[in-house]
């Protein structure tokens, strides 16, 4: 995995090629949510890049901490003004002369840096002497955040992820100034979080799977199937990691059953590498199969589901998104109808969600769902009948 800056330097400086800075020697990743979605990242020092003095229209740039500390050794022997050749700074960032050019393009593209290379003295200088590599900046509620992040990531407890977060917030935590005073005694008494109960996954199987989607390579599962209560062996093409309310499920092209699959990762075994890579479906599209269910639940037939919340319920669930697709309809009297799409296979979940709701929501369509919600308020009714 790489990440990659687009071309902007200036006309007069001489063409250089773009930025590639390597993450494939993460061997920690860390779990974000960004834009409604989660993903798995590589953590070693994740951090963003912000300068006030330089062009604010741009966002702030994520850098690898160990390139960014290497940009500070070669600014500081730019600084130096002896006009220092790349093999000259290759030598002082102890990386090779085409990595320094990546370096260089970095801070023409990403930090505005006023650089230029000297044809007669064949060497590269800053034509403002006194500019600086900026440093980090930290507002104050930003680093109230990052404390209350810290906070959290105790009582979360000691879920793999959130152990691997802590890692990160540590290593971040050596970026900030010396001296920082903040009272984590009255944040901790403001902010208080409560777990989820989820299924655990293994932090090896999480980089397993998502070195493996990365580079597009086909592992051999060992998995224990909670609906049949056996253990199965197979191979599997890793098209994407997903986390769908804290849990992590590794959607696949399964090759036993000739079809894609979703695995959730804390009943994977074991995973071995097969040696064999693999091409994803040219018509592969993750935010389409993730829609087509609700929650992880999805196969079957395209059904449409419509149901009505009461008055008193219907103030709340005007709040939420239930589905991607879904469309509300105010009735007159204060009622919420909701419509959305999904497929049979998802019934039965959905059927679970609205259960929680008891008299004040009740299905319209489709008629298997209304039978489905009849039979199970039927036998729950039943487990009182005596009381």
Do not use: I
């Given at each position: 995995?790489?990440?990659?800056?687009?071309?902007?330097?200036?006309?007069?400086?001489?063409?250089?090629?773009?930025?590639?800075?390597?993450?494939?020697?993460?061997?920690?990743?860390?779990?974000?949510?960004?834009?409604?979605?989660?993903?798995?990242?590589?953590?070693p020092g994740i951090m963003s890049v912000m300068n006030s003095k330089t062009s604010s229209t741009r966002p702030p740039q994520r850098v690898h901490l160990h390139a960014y500390e290497r940009l500070s050794r070669l600014c500081a022997e730019l600084q130096r003004g002896y006009y220092p050749t790349k093999a000259r700074l290759a030598h002082v960032v102890e990386r090779s002369p085409r990595t320094v050019q990546n370096y260089l393009r970095a801070l023409l593209n990403d930090f505005d840096a006023p650089l230029a290379f000297d044809p007669v003295k064949h060497g590269w200088y800053f034509t403002d002497p006194a500019w600086r590599l900026p440093s980090i900046v930290l507002t104050e509620g930003e680093l109230l955040s990052f404390f209350a992040a810290e906070r959290m990531l105790r009582r979360l407890g000691a879920a793999s992820e959130v152990q691997l977060a802590r890692s990160a917030v540590r290593r971040l935590a050596a970026l900030l100034p010396e001296e920082v005073v903040v009272d984590l005694g009255a944040l901790e008494d403001a902010i208080s979080f409560a777990p989820e109960p989820v299924l655990d996954a293994s932090p090896e199987i999480l980089r397993q799977l998502t070195t493996a989607a990365m580079r597009h390579q086909t592992l051999h599962m060992h998995y224990y199937s909670q609906y049949r209560a056996e253990y199965t062996e197979r191979d599997v093409d890793v098209l994407i990691l997903h986390n769908a309310l804290g849990e992590w499920y590794a959607i696949c092209y399964d090759h036993y059953r000739k079809a894609v699959r979703d695995f959730h990762a804390g009943r994977i075994l074991r995973l071995s590498e097969t040696g064999r890579t693999f091409t994803p479906p040219a018509d592969w599209d993750p935010q389409a199969y993730l829609r087509r269910g609700f929650g992880m639940f999805r196969g079957g037939q395209d059904v449409v589901v419509e149901v009505e919340f009461d008055v008193a319920q219907a103030r709340y669930a005007r709040e939420r998104t239930f589905?991607?697709?879904?469309?509300?309809?105010?009735?007159?009297?204060?009622?919420?109808?909701?419509?959305?799409?999904?497929?049979?296979?998802?019934?039965?979940?959905?059927?679970?969600?609205?259960?929680?709701?008891?008299?004040?929501?009740?299905?319209?369509?489709?008629?298997?769902?209304?039978?489905?919600?009849?039979?199970?308020?039927?036998?729950?009714?039943?487990?009182?009948?005596?009381?």
């Open positions: 995995m790489y990440l990659c800056k687009e071309d902007h330097a200036p006309h007069h400086t001489p063409q250089l090629p773009r930025l590639r800075l390597p993450l494939r020697t993460a061997h920690e990743f860390f779990a974000v949510h960004t834009r409604g979605e989660n993903a798995l990242l590589p953590l589905h991607p697709t879904q469309q509300r309809q105010d009735l007159p009297d204060g009622r919420l109808r909701l419509t959305f799409e999904t497929t049979e296979a998802a019934l039965e979940q959905v059927a679970r969600w609205l259960m929680q709701y008891g008299p004040q929501a009740r299905a319209l369509r489709p008629a298997e769902l209304c039978e489905m919600m009849r039979q199970k308020l039927t036998s729950a009714a039943a487990l009182y009948g005596q009381l």
